[in-house]
């Protein structure tokens, strides 16, 4: 059974820190890696997608990968209350296969 | 471009009833997807679909069926509605990028059942 465990939180951290959302994964030959945001009572939306070892930014985002130890993170800086969300990790193994999601951990940024 | 569409939003079903839950995208995308999400929990797949014609099994399939006859719609079918199978559902449609093959989702608003 692949799995992906992420904490389920809740999170909290003050307006303008940095929030660190972690998440790991079972199948070894997970290939793609994302992260989904996900505010109450809404769909999930695609934030951040990371293929290979290291960091990956996008604005105020930054994706970490770590596939020998099967391990992958979410960096936010300047958080801002508008972050408050859940956070969804999804793993997909080989070409074409369809993502595992973890249960997600809730952020909340307090202004 | 309405992307996925999910219909019916909301839904309450007596237990033993039967319904589909209609899903529909416009972007030509091959592969489409149901997730149920339950309350505090992560989304787990229900049934996928590479393309039309062709569906699998996904983490918790007992209780439900697909059909993929057009590659624009991909509706689950709850036969003998139950208790357990309150949730929301959410229809997903992705490519492929490029040689990784990553699955980028795109979502549909979701669809709230309860079955009392």
């Known amino acids: 059974q692949k799995e992906v465990e992420q904490n389920s939180g809740p999170l909290s951290v003050p307006e303008g820190a940095i929030a660190s959302l972690n998440c790991t994964y079972s199948?070894?030959?997970?290939?793609?890696f994302f992260w989904y945001r996900q505010y109450s009572g809404k769909s999930p939306e695609l934030i951040m997608s990371?293929?290979?070892?290291g960091d990956k930014e996008d604005g105020r985002f930054t994706a970490q990968l770590n596939k020998a130890s099967q391990y992958v993170s979410l960096l936010i800086r300047d958080s801002q209350p508008s972050d408050s969300a859940t956070y969804l990790c999804?793993?997909?193994?080989?070409?074409?296969?369809?993502?595992?999601f973890g249960k997600g951990t809730t952020l909340s940024v307090s202004s | 471009n309405a992307g996925v569409t999910q219909t019916p939003k909301f839904r309450i079903l007596k237990i033993g009833q039967s319904m589909t839950l209609q899903c529909t995208q416009d972007?030509?995308?091959?592969?489409m997807y149901w997730y149920r999400q339950d309350p505090g929990m992560g989304l787990k797949l229900i049934y996928y679909?590479?393309?039309?014609?062709?569906?699998d099994k996904g983490e918790v399939p007992n209780g439900y069926n697909v059909s993929r006859s057009t590659t624009e719609d991909f509706p689950l079918r709850l036969e003998l509605a139950a208790p357990s199978q309150t949730s929301v559902y959410f229809c997903?449609?992705?490519?492929?990028?490029?040689?990784?093959?990553?699955?980028?989702?795109?979502f549909g608003a979701g669809s709230r059942l309860t079955v009392l």
């Open positions: 199948d070894r030959v997970s290939q793609s």
């Open positions: 999804a793993v997909t193994g080989q070409a074409g296969t369809a993502l595992i």
């Open positions: 990371i293929y290979s070892n």
């Open positions: 972007m030509n995308h091959n592969y």
């Open positions: 679909s590479v393309g039309a014609g062709i569906t």
């Open positions: 997903a449609s992705s490519y492929l990028l490029g040689s990784s093959g990553a699955n980028v989702l795109t």
